[in-house]
């Protein structure tokens, strides 16, 4: 295999910007360099090289399955559809979310998928026909009927990566406000008061009878898949405890000021949705990430269910804190070390060639290529 360089860039090193070249040979980064570059070299017209972004938490994979309600498109090709989508925007490795047990959201009514479009990911993986990195992240809906069946499931040869628990039952964390709750079911389903109401009180008692079983469950599957621990929705500093004893290492969208500084107290790294960032709150009425990052509580940014926002948010964060590494390290340096990659998310001799070019434009950045493992996938 031959060498590649990128030279003529601006390179994001883990301490700020260079102005260089980037060898890279056999997928990894060999050296970086201010000194001149052979004549063969791939000049980048001072565009950036950033490290690849590392997305922990996306559900983009269910618009593709799913584009419209009800339309389930065939699976692979939805999955390839979604890598190439990814890798456009800049995403390197990403923990795909599959939901295990129905969920309260009326959104996700794709039944029972998780499994099935596992095994087509990591199919589709072995084969080498996708992008970038695709690992498992398997959300458990706690209060689910079907939750239990489903872990069952789930091995460790799975290589599953993070398992969520989560917990949408109405008048508590995500949904704590039953009003904003009453307008976004009734606006999607078009429900009667009435049947809200029996819809509400059917999946408190569930959770009343399920919750804590189903969680133990949960933490024992993710300690028997080998998988990071994530808690998601976190309210109170009460439900931070429980989530730390639970072993969480990462907490996906806490939603209030309290539960983040708990976070930051119990070593706990605090993730936020970068659409939350990007249009100045959360769509539930959660606290804002932009709150968070200003009070210097904010770790690890995800795209949720915008890919394209991930770059921007790295970015976004940059400018905000005026250190465009600190920035972007919440989208590729710090999610890798939360999930105990240590191969990837910086630029520096020894580290995976998982990079992208990018240049800054008005109201957003264009990614000009992407490499995975020094192979241009984008
Ligand atoms: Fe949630």
């Known amino acids: ?92 490795t990403v923990f795909d979310a599959l939901r295990l047990g129905s969920d309260n959201d009326p959104e996700g009514e794709l039944g029972e998928y998780a499994r099935q479009l596992a095994d087509d990911i990591l199919d589709l993986r072995a084969e080498g026909a996708l992008r ?67 819809k509400i009180a059917a999946e408190q008692a569930l959770g009343e009878r399920v919750r804590d079983s189903h969680e133990a469950a949960t933490v024992a599957a993710c300690r028997r898949y080998g998988a990071t621990l994530a808690s998601h929705d976190d309210t109170t500093a009460e439900q931070v405890m429980a989530s730390h004893a639970f072993g969480a290492r990462l907490a996906e969208f806490p939603t209030t ?39 210097d509580l904010l770790d690890i940014v995800s795209s949720d269910y915008v890919p394209a926002a991930l770059l921007m948010a790295g970015l976004m964060l940059g400018d905000l804190w005026d250190d465009l590494a600190r920035g972007m390290a919440t989208v590729s340096a710090n999610p890798a070390a939360s999930v105990g990659l240590r191969d990837r998310g910086l630029i520096a001799p020894g580290m995976r060639a998982d990079l992208i070019r990018v240049r800054r434009l008005d109201g957003g950045a264009r990614v000009r290529g992407t490499w995975v493992q020094g192979q241009r996938v984008g």
Request: hydrophobic share 40%.
């Open 1 to 92: 295999m031959t060498d590649t360089v990128l030279t003529n860039a601006r390179i994001l090193l883990p301490d700020g910007l260079i102005h260089g070249s980037i060898l890279i040979r056999q997928g990894v980064v060999v050296d970086v360099s201010t000194g001149p570059a052979p004549r063969d070299a791939l000049d980048c017209d001072r565009d950036l090289i950033l490290p690849g972004l590392v997305e922990l938490h996306t559900d983009n994979l269910e618009r593709h399955i799913e584009p419209r309600p009800k339309v389930d498109w065939p699976h692979r090709a939805a999955i390839l559809a979604h890598d190439g989508e990814l890798a456009a925007c800049g995403i390197t």
């Open 257 to 295: 000021h309290e539960a983040a500084e708990a976070c930051r107290a119990h070593g706990i790294a605090v993730m936020m949705g970068a659409p939350n960032l990007i249009r100045g709150g959360s769509h539930s009425g959660n606290v804002a990430a932009r709150a968070l990052a200003e009070a």
């Open 132 to 198: 970038i990195d695709h690992r498992i992240h398997l959300r458990a809906e706690v209060c689910s009927v079907t939750l239990m069946a489903e872990l069952d499931r789930f091995g460790p040869e799975d290589g599953v990566g993070i398992v969520s628990l989560m917990d949408h039952t109405p008048g508590q964390r995500q949904f704590r406000d039953i009003d904003k709750l009453r307008a976004y079911v009734i606006g999607k389903r078009g429900l009667s008061e009435e049947g809200f109401q029996a």
